[in-house]
């Protein structure tokens, strides 16, 4: 019971709720004027430097982004975010998958002496 009524006290109120005038300004700013994320966290700072209520971070954003459910409302909210996502895969190349070994060090050319030899 304390758990549960603790976590609901720390769950603070959301500053980016669709349909809001915040959201809204962040929506038409990322989409048609397709600023990043970072241009528009600055930009209520500068038109209202003393109201706290209107200032959002770009974390914020991002998270507002990435956490909308799927749809072309987000589709066309990532496309015009300055940092995409980037696609999983392998990174190294052809060359790094080569042994460092030369080919003349390399155990299967050792000689017939050791290779008879008792370990103890």
Known sequence: MGYRLRRQRSIGKRRLVEGSALFQSLRDDLVFQRWSPQQI?????????????????HETIYAAI?????GGLK????RHCDSIKPARGRRRTTATKRSWVPEELRIIH??????QRLIS
Not at 41 to 52: I, N, R, S, T
Not at 75 to 78: A, F, Q, T, V
């Open 110 to 115: 050792r000689a017939e002496q050791i290779e």
């Open 41 to 57: 966290a600055a930009k209520p700072k500068v038109l209202h430097p003393d109201d706290p209520a209107q200032r959002v971070s």
């Open 66 to 70: 990435y956490t909308y459910p799927r």
């Open 75 to 78: 589709r066309s909210l990532s």
